[in-house]
């Protein structure tokens, strides 16, 4: 099992940025892809980033590309996304989710979630 805990959300304005944390317990950090996926009101869940084991290798929805970048620090146990220029439509609740494999979670699946932190952006 690997339980998954986000952090980091909250109300930012249009333009602005945010860090978001997703610490992971239980088996090795490391031994997962990770992603970041987000579900605004009355939309479905969608991707928006995954990493691969390394970090080497990152994979973005094009909402996200040139505006977010997702890092992990493997021996803190820890993924982060960095949003920035955010603007309204990137409200959401966040989530991370690990997977063994990046295509998975390139493709929507993960194995573990976590309960995700709330994104605000006002305009």
């Known amino acids: 099992q690997v339980q998954l805990v986000e952090s980091g959300g909250g109300l930012v304005q249009a333009g602005g940025s945010v860090r978001l944390s997703c610490t992971a317990s239980g088996r090795r950090f490391s031994d997962y892809a990770m992603g970041w996926f987000r579900q605004a009101p009355g939309k479905e869940r969608e991707f928006v980033a995954a990493i691969n084991w390394s970090g080497k290798t990152t994979y973005y929805a094009d909402s996200a590309k040139g505006r977010f970048t997702a890092s992990r620090d493997n021996a803190k146990n820890t993924l982060y996304l960095q949003m920035n220029s955010l603007k309204p439509e990137d409200t959401a609740i966040y989530y991370c989710?690990?997977?063994?494999?990046?295509?998975?979670?390139?493709?929507?699946?993960?194995?573990?979630w976590g309960q995700g932190t709330q994104v605000t952006v006002s305009s």
């Open positions: 989710a690990a997977h063994v494999q990046i295509i998975e979670i390139a493709t929507g699946r993960g194995d573990y």
